[in-house]
DNA sequence: ACGGAAGCGGAATTACGCTTCCGTTTGGCG
DNA sequence: CGCCAAACGGAAGCGTAATTCCGCTTCCGT
């Protein structure tokens, strides 16, 4: 009653799946420099087609970013299964740096800034701290890293390295030295004992 | 012979600083995104004034940035000051910071990625790092800071916690508590023990 | 004082992307 | 098959902000 959910033209399905694929290609080069006419042609599709499947631009690269949200949150997911609690936050770290690895639209919608509606990606952003968020306090009880880390510290320290990504484009060299040196500061020898 | 250094009329010089203050104040706040039109407006000035003195926004902006740059110089050279090597150190990134702080574009012109020409202004930047790279050698002779660090390293952490200003805009606890956490994992105890 | 070079103001021009419009084409149901 | 709503293509329309142009005004040396 409330959704008429028509099943789609099968071209149309395929079409929108062309844009996802040229735009999740040219944001991830050129952020949201990236041009709505370039995105139509590397689809192979006219501008009319494009706008069809998404209003505007901020559509488009909501949607995309999105989709790269709800995939770290599977990631978030595969983390938290891991046993040991360390080991666990370790791998949400390299995960969640990998996943950002070479996608400038989604580096800068992780450190903020855009700040738009983002409704949606808001909540799958929200999705992914969850997970997140018990991951990091499982590493804290655990004694493995400094007692006064939080979540939110997390992903102050990850964008931080995030940064050097974006402004480093180029070799990963630089943000996995930063990254090593950030880990180095954060974890706790097995014994226990803070630096301060 | 080569240089004609005509004087420059009174009120001529006087303009120019207007617009820079100008500038300054409003490229600050919106980085580059500041209008050239409000630029030319808050200095009490017309368009055609504001490009008889700057061919074009990206002059304007490098003569703000390069200004910015110059002084970190001199906080650099006055850091260096500071006897104990560890507190040297300290001083340096704290300053470092503490000058990035609420500027908007000189933050981004830290971090990088505008690297358009610049030439004038990456010359100002390896004047810093002559200073810089000494103060963080004489630290990690000192035995205070891990014995790895290098000066690329200051510039790549600090530069995390400028991310974090310029992308979390507002109160400045956020930096201040990624700037407490950088610090705790580059700082050694006086005695001497890297942490793995 | 005066002349003219230096400086000024701001409207008009440009450039560049996003977005809209509408005539044409196509998938798929009856 | 034949129809027609759904989908497509891409040229034209717009909005925005940088940059140019040029007639008018102001310093300043004589």
Do not use: C
Request: proline share 4%; hydrophobic share 45%; charged share 30%.
């Amino acid at each position: 009653m409330t959704e008429t959910e028509r099943p789609m033209r099968a071209d149309a399905r395929r079409n929108r799946e062309r844009i996802m694929a040229a735009a999740g290609e040219l944001f991830a080069r050129q952020g949201r420099d990236a041009q709505m006419e370039e995105i139509a042609a590397r689809a192979g599709l006219g501008m009319g087609t494009l706008y069809r499947h998404f209003p505007n631009k901020e559509a488009l690269l909501t949607a995309m970013v999105g989709e790269r949200f709800h995939g770290m949150a599977d990631l978030a997911r595969a983390a938290e299964a891991v046993a040991d609690p360390g080991e666990a936050f370790e791998v949400l770290l390299r995960t969640y740096l990998e996943a950002a690895d070479g996608d400038a639209a989604f580096q800068l919608a992780l450190m903020g800034k855009d700040g738009l509606e983002w409704e949606r990606v808001q909540r799958q952003k929200a999705e992914f701290m969850e997970v997140a968020g018990r991951i990091v306090e499982r590493a804290v009880a655990s004694g493995r890293v400094r007692a006064d880390l939080t979540p939110a510290d997390f992903v102050v320290l990850a964008n931080g390295v995030i940064a050097t990504m974006y402004f480093q484009p180029g070799g990963n060299a630089d943000w996995r030295r930063h990254l090593q040196i950030v880990l180095d500061g954060i974890r706790l020898p097995p014994s226990g004992d803070a630096a301060r």
